[in-house]
């Protein structure tokens, strides 16, 4: 009978999902809850996908999604979760290199306001760099002590966009929270790395300088506006927008004019216009709009650059941002995730606002990036760092250019990796190279800003054979 009790009592039982529309599998453990944020209102959402190989020993990875202020259901829903919808597509599909094949994925909303997760106090509900971490680190630690039968499980910290922030400042809290509890008594996790995909890093290169290298060898614009533009510094543009005058002022226009219809996030990619889109979906009263409570919202069924990496867009205003063309595919992911018998079938608080893809969260940047926390975690953790080669908005050359100046040896040369394709055939997923301190670079040749979405394939193999520390 304990061990029985016991048994009942490894996962939480009110925040199993029972069954979902066009999932009808879910035997592996899907879970849907919050996890409080101590010493404040906040409470953060999560879900749980356990794994489907054994739970008890595959390792665990937690997720976030960029932004700031993306939910990451995003990542479950469209990337690497057990179901997700394929662009231009309305129903979910089972996915074949769900993350979850192989290990057990959390996904956490953050900061709080984002997607489902809760900040009822208004005076707690502002974030930078630093404080987004601390909230991370403990929504993480309780999330972990939710599930016992995995929680001493090998723990990867993963995220992409934005959580090229997110992840190595989490990592960096986890790090100092094991050696500040080793002798306390308290939980420890088994934190071996992180996993960061397209994410921005060092400002000083990454997104609009890496995108002007980017896109001349692209082919988005010609040599005559190249041999101006090459010269000017956009370093740090993000922060110093004014610096920009004269001749580069000039010259950042005419990119801005030739590059703003493509889709930045992939720039091979199809841009899926809001007519593409329009309400094909359903919603739930008779205006368009969708209503939780009294709380009533036009759903943001498209979403622009400006919402999933605004960021990337400092040059434009309000208004010309609202008129960039929603490029990235997420129309039936919002219908569904708004449905009334949805939500209630996810546990999702009745507080809770209309989900949309990105919040409008009240979020600092900090200039400094986190680059500076490599060299802190050099040689304790594990660490790959993926790229999607057809990204625009943190480019592969930007990527580069930061791990250049680390200056940490190379252990394994740049080389192609490969996966088998439908013919038996190796073809080229991408090309990798190993560094010292436990440093690992792969890009992912052909996928934009989400790799796992585009290359679902490809990054699942860099993701696992790294996790296995095996060679890609």
Not at 148 to 161: F, H, K, T
Not at 328 to 337: I, Q, R
């Amino acid at each position: 009978m304990v061990g029985l009790v016991a048994l009942a009592s490894a996962y939480p039982d009110a925040d199993k999902v029972a069954s979902l529309p066009q999932m009808p599998d879910l035997s592996f453990g899907l879970y849907s809850g919050y996890v409080p944020v101590d010493g404040t209102q906040k409470q953060l959402h999560y879900m749980g996908a356990l794994s489907q190989g054994d739970p008890k020993k595959d390792p665990v990875i937690v997720w976030f999604n960029g932004g700031p202020g993306c939910s990451s259901m995003l990542g479950i829903f469209q990337e690497h979760g057990p179901y997700v919808i394929e662009d231009g597509t309305t129903n979910f599909v089972k996915n074949k290199y769900s993350w979850n094949k192989e290990a057990s994925v959390f996904y956490l909303e953050s900061p709080a306001d984002v997607g489902y997760s809760l900040c009822p106090d208004p005076t707690e509900c502002k974030w930078n760099d630093e404080n987004s971490a601390d909230d991370n680190l403990v929504a993480v630690i309780n999330l972990l002590q939710k599930f016992p039968e995995v929680m001493n499980n090998e723990l990867y910290i993963a995220g992409e966009s934005y959580a090229g922030i997110y992840v190595p400042k989490l990592t960096q809290r986890l790090d100092k929270y094991l050696t500040d509890n080793a002798k306390t008594g308290k939980y420890l996790p088994n934190l071996k790395g992180f996993m960061v995909g397209n994410g921005v890093t060092n400002w000083k290169y990454d997104t609009l300088p890496a995108f002007i290298q980017m896109g001349y060898w692209h082919g988005l614009y010609d040599d005559d506006l190249y041999n101006v533009i090459k010269d000017c510094d956009f370093t740090y543009y993000q922060f110093e927008p004014t610096k920009i005058t004269g001749d580069c002022k000039t010259a950042f226009d005419r990119f801005t004019e030739l590059t703003g219809k493509i889709n930045g996030y992939d720039v091979f990619g199809k841009c899926y216009l809001p007519s593409m889109q329009m309400y094909m979906y359903g919603t739930n009263n008779d205006n368009g709009f969708l209503q939780v409570g009294s709380e009533k919202k036009e759903p943001m069924k498209f979403f622009t650059a400006r919402d999933y990496t605004p960021w990337a867009q400092p040059h434009r205003d309000l208004k010309q941002l609202q008129e960039i063309p929603r490029c990235v595919y997420a129309a039936p992911v919002v219908a569904y995730l708004n449905d009334p018998t949805n939500r209630l079938a996810l546990h999702i608080d009745k507080t809770a606002k209309v989900w949309d893809l990105c919040a409008d969260v009240d979020y600092t940047s900090d200039r400094k990036g986190s680059i500076d926390v490599y060299p802190l975690l050099k040689g304790k953790y594990r660490m790959l760092k993926y790229s999607g080669d057809a990204d625009g908005s943190v480019p592969t050359a930007g990527t580069l250019s930061w791990i250049q100046d680390l200056a940490w040896k190379v252990t394994d040369q740049w080389r192609p990796y490969f996966v088998t394709d439908e013919f038996g055939q190796q073809q080229v997923a991408g090309y990798v190279e190993v560094r010292e301190g436990g440093f690992t670079f792969a890009s992912v040749h052909g996928a934009g800003h989400m790799a796992p979405q585009w290359k679902r394939q490809q990054t699942y193999h860099a993701v696992f054979q790294f996790i296995k520390n095996q060679a890609l």
